[in-house]
């Protein structure tokens, strides 16, 4: 089995997002869009690790609107589109 290297990811999600999750999403970047909705950026290190992510999601309550790969620019900052 080949292991995973980190991968950047950004998830959408309905509604506003306080930033105190950030840490809660494992440092993920929360940004709040304009058209009312959240950003969540950063990196995870495989995919059982994006699958926590996105239990998160789900045990919060929140409408998962999309899941996209993104270029990892590093832990924390701002990631640009593959």
Same mark, same amino acid.
Not at 32 to 61: F, I, N, Y
Not at 63 to 82: D, F, M
């Given at each position: 089995?080949?292991?995973?290297?980190?991968?950047?990811?950004?998830?959408?999600?309905?509604?506003? !997002?306080?930033?105190?999750?950030?840490?809660?999403?494992?440092?993920?970047?929360?940004?709040?869009?304009?058209? @009312?909705?959240?950003? !969540?950026?950063?990196?995870?290190?495989?995919?059982?690790?994006?699958? @926590? =992510? !996105?239990?998160?999601?789900?045990? =919060?309550?929140?409408? =998962?609107?999309?899941?996209?790969?993104?270029?990892?620019?590093?832990?924390? @900052?701002?990631?640009?589109?593959?």
């Amino acid at each position: 089995m080949t292991r995973q290297a980190p991968a950047g990811y950004r998830l959408r999600v309905a509604g506003r !997002l306080d930033q105190h999750w950030s840490a809660w999403f494992g440092d993920f970047t929360v940004i709040h869009e304009s058209d @009312g909705t959240t950003s !969540l950026s950063g990196v995870v290190p495989d995919q059982s690790a994006l699958h @926590g =992510l !996105l239990m998160k999601v789900r045990d =919060l309550g929140l409408t =998962l609107i999309s899941v996209q790969a993104i270029e990892a620019a590093g832990k924390g @900052g701002r990631r640009q589109e593959g």
